[in-house]
């Protein structure tokens, strides 16, 4: 996970395909209706692979200007 193209946490998973059945959910954690963000997503991209950190961090400094950052 990365907050303004900084590391924060990581998690492993397992190599292979996403289940047909797996449900994306952005902005809010977990199957739990409790936990919602708190604000607004700017924006989302979904990648076919892992980016680097240096990828992640291009991306932020890319797109920062247009929320103010």
Excluded: C, H, M
Excluded at 22 to 32: A, D, N, P, Q, Y
């Amino acid at each position: 996970a990365y907050i303004d193209g900084e590391p924060v946490g990581t998690q492993s998973v397992s190599s292979g395909l996403l289940a047909t059945t797996f449900t994306r959910r952005i902005g809010r954690f977990g199957t739990s209706g409790t936990y919602y963000a708190n604000g607004q997503i700017g924006a989302v991209q979904i990648y076919n692979r892992s980016l680097s950190d240096q990828e992640v961090k291009q991306n932020f400094e890319a797109s920062r200007g247009r929320y103010g950052i």
